[in-house]
T-cell receptor, first 119, second 112 residues
């Protein structure tokens, strides 16, 4: 089954304790991205990756790191979490970002979300 | 800053009625997409309309795009209780094409 898998789905942690949220997709997608969703603010992009070893900042990258060593995986790393990073996090992937220019691809496939609470 | 904004923020209708929600955006785009999110779940892609298209249909969904007004609308016809969800528009800017900007969403409640 084609899917984007995030882990953990729920996590409560304390300020400063490093954590990683994993994201894996089995669709051989080149494009992957992380979003956070907060009430009243919608989804905001944290980082995205066009392909292996290619990552770039989104709108709210502060406090986060990512890596793309393999095509299927795109982990989100919080080196020193703070309470303002309490949020619902989504990983998403897409077949090819430039596909939107020549076809009707470009839709994002989302994981089920990871609810993070930082105390 | 928010690229897309949905209107209304919340909408409540009776089953069988049509639901219309709107999205406005700020800068030129390559395409506009609509997504649906059931409470606390991942977003699911509904429909994509390209900047050179004006209208698109998919089942009970009808999407329009007016690039001169920088706005789009999503119409769900003959709504069902199962349509209860939040709906988001997402745009990508024509000068990058690799960042997607989501609005704050419209929360739709369909009353059986």
């Amino acid at each position: 089954e084609a899917q984007v898998t995030q882990n953990p789905r729920y996590l409560i942690t304390v300020t400063g304790k490093k954590l990683t949220v994993t994201c894996s997709q089995n669709m051989n997608h080149e494009y992957m991205s992380w979003y956070r969703q907060d009430p009243g603010l919608g989804l905001r992009q944290i980082y995205y990756s066009m392909n292996v070893e290619v990552t770039d900042k989104g709108d709210v990258p502060e406090g986060y790191k990512v890596s793309r060593k393999e095509k299927r995986n795109f982990p989100l790393i919080l080196e020193s979490p703070s309470p303002n990073q309490t949020s619902l996090y989504f990983c998403a992937s897409s077949p090819h970002p430039w596909g939107i220019l020549i076809s009707n691809t470009g839709e994002l496939f989302f994981g089920e979300g990871s609810r993070l609470t930082v105390l | 800053s928010q690229q897309g904004e949905e209107d209304p923020q919340a909408l409540s209708i009776q089953e069988g009625e049509n639901a219309t929600m709107n999205c406005s955006y700020k800068t030129s785009i390559n395409n506009l997409q609509w997504y649906r999110q059931n409470s606390g779940r991942g977003l699911v892609h509904l429909i994509l309309i390209r900047s050179n298209e004006r209208e698109k249909h998919s089942g009970r969904l009808r999407v329009t795009l007016d690039t001169s007004k920088k706005s789009s609308s999503l119409l769900i016809t003959a709504s069902r209780a199962a349509d209860t969800a939040s709906y988001f528009c997402a745009t990508d800017l024509s000068n990058t094409g690799n960042q997607f900007y989501f609005g704050t969403g419209t929360s739709l409640t369909v009353i059986p």
